[in-house]
């Protein structure tokens, strides 16, 4: 199979003529991170990122009030002993009784959970609700006085449930619970992002301006190796008419995976031209954000040849990441001078310190697929050959940090 090398300087996005930008992104990680060298920077698309919180709310004094059926009694000591914590109420009716905790503002596509610790000092009575929060859109969670046993040890009881739309969330404890009385010690409000709603999309664009050949499309997971879930999907396009135009290309949504290695990548051994290139790719929404190191586009130089493909092995590890780096080493035979004058021209011209693209098997461009630098560049020299002059080639390409 085919081999494909290209240079960074023939990396169409790099150009200073070439456009790249995306329809949306997280703004402190630009598109124009998958432009830097060091794949410690990335590009990450849109997504929420937010660490669950866990909010006290009070169950007697500033910020609470009771209801025209409800009276409060006294203090006495908490669940775990705490000297006069907690607060004793009692209820008389089945309206009008209550302890409304406080009002609190509420996010969408978040998970809250409310937690009280209570306890009946008398009745039986399973009227009401234990837990009674109601959204300024009307929706009402509620959790149900059946679920506090008769008893009068104190229980942690909590109610969860999902928002979709922001708004304020009013929460109140003992609801119209009839005659009753019993004890409200600490409570909390937890909140944690949802990340289950369907599928998330984000689109690259790139304008080179005027009609480029290219053959290769390459993306790089980042150092941290966090690659798209199962069910992602990606679809390349190509136009010369429209940003995002599928006149010269059209690969429709494709399975995106990353593998082992961390690459994905569109190549063939002919190039196609086209002054637009798009990229759309597709998510599980149970994932919030995705990651992403590097990207290279461009016409690679393809020998007439085959590889003697020798594999790769482990070079370095990156200490930071302890993400073990690849080297590989292979060779070409009976090539052509053409083929042979090409290779020398990317061995002098990226030497040892320009990055570059190679794809030593193009039916495994994915696993096979390196970006790095030469630690031997390709340098060919005359071989016999039965039929005529030809000329062989070896190289050894090191995988950047």
């Not at 150009?15 to 990335?42: H, I, K």
């Amino acid at each position: 199979m085919p081999v494909l090398i290209l240079r960074r300087s023939q990396n169409i996005l790099e150009w200073s003529t070439t456009l790249l930008g995306t329809t949306s992104q997280d703004s402190a990680n630009p598109v124009s991170r998958l432009l830097s060298r060091p794949t410690g920077e990335f590009w990450r698309t849109p997504g929420t990122v937010e660490a669950a919180t866990e909010t006290a709310i009070p169950t007697s004094g500033t910020g609470t009030a009771m209801g025209s059926a409800t009276v409060q009694l006294g203090k006495e000591n908490g669940a775990d002993g705490s000297v006069n914590r907690a607060t004793v109420y009692r209820n008389t009716s089945t309206s009008n009784a209550y302890v409304q905790s406080t009002i609190v503002q509420v996010k969408a596509r978040r998970r809250y959970t409310i937690t009280i610790q209570a306890r009946r000092t008398t009745g039986s009575t399973v009227a009401g609700n234990l837990i009674h929060a109601l959204h300024s859109n009307g929706t009402l969670y509620a959790l149900s006085m059946s679920n506090l046993a008769q008893g009068v040890a104190y229980q942690n009881r909590s109610l969860t449930f999902d928002v979709q739309e922001p708004g304020t969330l009013a929460i109140h404890f003992m609801v119209n619970t009839g005659t009753l009385e019993y004890a409200l010690d600490t409570a909390s409000i937890r909140s944690e992002v949802i990340y289950t709603d369907g599928t998330r999309t984000t689109y690259l664009w790139m304008d080179a301006a005027a009609s480029q050949p290219f053959n290769c499309l390459v993306l790089r997971a980042p150092r941290d190796y966090l690659t798209p879930p199962a069910g992602s999907t990606i679809r390349i396009g190509a136009s010369d008419v429209s940003q995002f135009g599928t006149d010269k290309l059209d690969t429709g949504n494709v399975t995106f995976s990353m593998g082992a290695t961390g690459y994905w990548v569109w190549a063939q051994a002919a190039a196609i031209s086209a002054r637009f290139v798009w990229i759309a790719i597709n998510w599980p929404g149970s994932t919030p954000y995705l990651n992403f190191g590097r990207l290279f586009l461009g016409s690679a130089f393809v020998p007439s040849r085959s590889q003697n493909y020798d594999g790769h092995d482990v070079a370095i590890t990156d200490a930071s990441y302890q993400q073990s780096l690849r080297r590989l080493q292979f060779g070409l035979s009976a090539l052509t001078l053409a083929d042979a004058d090409g290779l020398d021209a990317i061995g002098l011209g990226a030497g040892t310190q320009e990055q570059v693209l190679v794809i030593p098997r193009l039916d495994l461009a994915s696993r096979t697929a390196i970006i790095g630098a030469f630690s031997t560049p390709p340098a060919c020299h005359v071989s016999a050959a039965p039929f005529g002059k030809r000329f062989v080639c070896s190289m050894t390409v090191e995988e950047d940090l």
